[in-house]
């Protein structure tokens, strides 16, 4: 008995070695790496495309604005920025906190609610709305070589859960179909079609009722301390609003939010979604979902949007003077995967061209409100 016992041992471990010498040989032979959580894999390239993206966007924005009056090159047009307070849960369990989520305190924060097609259009044309929050007071180095010493943690939420494209490659031809034509074939051509994306750009452009009721997410993957992955979702408190309204003016997005903000306060409870499976809910794609049956949302703190006035001239020139990047970040929440890798380089080169093309200051806010 006790042989056959050895000997069952060892014909499992012969077994175990053998299937990962196959899992080893297949994955370098298919070129199929092995995923592990949170683990980056720059493709060949990307910082070319990065540079050229990046060019691409500054020609149109010099194209589209006179100097003195440069709006950004995207999301361009602001409904407005508000006050808020992000309040950290009371009691989050240890493996949640983390980062600005480690103590149970509350933060000053601006939030610049934006349309974000590439020029200023009517809010009842169908388009994808922009969530931009910039929490204060918080301390530590940040990731930015020359932003270190900076005391804000941005978060960057769009009003669908996914991108119409993967990565930088894929981006950078979209914008420049988009920019300077072949934006059918881009969609259609037989050899390297991208039918996928045309879809999701369809579920995402619509038209929205109210910015305070609907939901944002970050789309793409943020470090959540060492080894772990998560991507953000900011849930309205309150209903999903209503459908637009039938008569509207241009600007009836931000009329809907002062007529709420000045009788009332609004929330959402702000989310992370943790990478459970590396290959199901992959890094290096933002074209896909992450299931929430395999890995639900779990709220890690409220954002309070105070009644108030937020349009007047000095507030809407402030908003417009502020840069947002989701490398303003401590680095327990560092961006990653290639479409945000593209934007270290790309946000902080088109602020400072927006700023110097309008002959202004830029900086981060120092202290809360
Ligand atoms: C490679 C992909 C992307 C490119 C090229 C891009 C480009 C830009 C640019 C140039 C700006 C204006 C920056 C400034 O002048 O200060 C901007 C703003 C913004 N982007 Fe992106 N973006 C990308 C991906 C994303 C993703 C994945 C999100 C997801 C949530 C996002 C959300 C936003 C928002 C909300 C703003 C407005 C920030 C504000 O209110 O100032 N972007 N983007």
């Keep these: 008995m006790k042989i056959s016992g050895q000997v069952l041992f060892f014909k499992q471990a012969a077994w175990s070695a053998v299937l990962l010498a196959l899992f080893l040989i297949i994955s370098c032979a298919t070129n199929q790496p092995i995923r592990e959580p949170a683990m980056e894999q720059v493709p060949q390239g990307e910082e070319k495309y990065i540079d050229e993206l990046t060019m691409l966007l500054m020609k149109k924005t010099e194209k589209d604005y006179p100097p003195g009056q440069t709006l950004r090159a995207a999301h361009p047009k602001q409904h407005g920025c508000v006050k808020a307070e992000f309040i950290v849960e009371p009691d989050l369990p240890e493996y949640l906190r983390v980062g600005v989520f480690k103590e149970p305190r509350s933060y000053q924060a601006w939030i610049r609610f934006s349309n974000g097609a590439p020029k200023v259009q009517p809010d009842s044309a169908r388009d994808v709305r922009g969530?931009?929050?910039?929490?204060?007071?918080?301390?530590?180095?940040?990731?930015?070589?020359d932003e270190k010493e900076e005391v804000t943690q941005d978060f960057l939420l769009i009003s669908h859960p996914v991108l119409p494209v993967g990565n930088v490659e894929d981006f950078l031809k979209l914008t420049d179909a988009a920019i300077n034509g072949g934006l059918f074939w881009f969609l259609a051509n037989p050899f390297d079609s991208h039918l996928r994306e045309l879809g999701i750009a369809f579920q995402a452009l619509k038209r929205h009722a109210d910015l305070l009721q609907i939901p944002y997410w970050s789309t793409t993957p943020y470090l959540f301390g060492p080894g772990r992955a998560v991507k953000y979702f900011a849930k309205p408190c309150t209903q999903p609003a209503g459908k637009t309204?039938?008569?509207?003016?241009?600007?009836?997005?931000r009329e809907a939010m002062k007529r709420k903000l000045a009788r009332e306060e609004a929330s959402f409870d702000f989310m992370v979604q943790f990478q459970t499976d590396p290959g199901k809910m992959p890094i290096e794609d933002a074209r896909i979902n992450w299931d929430e049956s395999m890995s639900p949302f779990v709220k890690v703190a409220t954002i309070r949007i105070p009644p108030q006035d937020f349009d007047s001239p000095g507030q809407m020139d402030f908003s417009e003077s502020l840069s947002f990047t989701p490398w303003h970040s401590l680095p327990e929440h560092k961006p990653l995967g290639g479409i945000n890798r593209a934007r270290k380089h790309l946000y902080r080169a088109l602020s400072i061209f927006r700023h110097e093309r309008n002959g202004a200051e830029r900086m981060e806010p120092k202290t809360p409100q």
């Design 245 to 253: 309204p039938k008569s509207h003016d241009d600007n009836y997005l």
């Design 131 to 145: 969530m931009a929050i910039k929490l204060m007071g918080v301390g530590g180095e940040k990731l930015l070589e």
